[in-house]
């Protein structure tokens, strides 16, 4: 789940890039309905209630990974219902889905309640509204030009102010800390790092970051 969105060679008339289009948009559309988890968080969901659910959910997916891995049958259910859903890397590895849990859980369980709230926005938020965004520059510029490859800067950008708008009105930060929220989301989500999933990354870097920020200047 990437929210500058690679670029995609497009295939004869573009067909390739549109079907990347569709993709992403099908990905990102279930990804944002996850924005209901800091919504709630906002609106006053007991700590306690949140952080028992997420853990439910993520030891039940932790346990689908470890039956894919090692069952060819469950694997192979696994990508029947999952669809077009699946990334190429993660046939091979945990799946986005999985990872977004994992990072949920961790918001909420090491960082204050606004700090969490603000985290999981950069996730749910601002890494969708990126990876759309960035996907569909990479279509329209498919129609005239072939596309750089990677993540776009124009992706990067949506991912900043989804992330700052929504650390404002959803986690109620301040201006300043609010743009360093969309900041740190943005940078986080664009290295390309194998071994740690953008979700967990957002995560880590907006709630650290937002904690020093309140350190350096309180």
């Known amino acids: 789940m990437t929210a500058g969105g690679p670029s995609s060679p497009p295939a004869a008339g573009g067909t390739g890039a549109a079907l990347a289009l569709r993709h992403e948009l099908a990905r990102k559309t279930l990804h944002l309905g996850t924005v209901a988890v800091p919504v709630a968080y906002a609106a006053g969901m007991p700590r306690a209630t949140l952080l028992a659910a997420l853990l439910a959910l993520a030891l039940v997916a932790l346990v689908v990974e470890m039956l894919r891995a090692r069952h060819e049958a469950s694997r192979a259910v696994f990508v029947r219902a999952t669809g077009i859903l699946l990334r ?87 201006p300043a800390p609010a743009l360093l929220a969309g900041t740190l989301a943005a940078a986080a989500e664009r290295p390309r790092i194998a071994r740690l999933d953008d979700n967990m990354r957002i995560v880590i870097a907006v709630g650290a970051g937002i904690l020093l920020w309140r350190i350096a200047f309180s």
């Not at 129609?143 to 950008?157: E, F, H, N, R, Y």
């Open 88 to 174: 190429e890397h993660e046939h091979a590895r945990w799946a986005g889905a999985t990872w977004l849990l994992l990072a949920f859980l961790l918001a909420v369980a090491a960082f204050p309640r606004d700090v969490a709230i603000a985290a999981m926005v950069g996730v749910a938020l601002g890494d969708a509204a990126g990876a759309v965004v960035g996907r569909a520059w990479s279509h329209r510029r498919a129609a005239t030009a072939a596309p750089a490859a990677g993540k776009t800067w124009v992706g990067s950008a949506a991912c900043l102010v989804a992330t700052a708008l929504g650390a404002w009105g959803i986690a109620g930060l301040g």
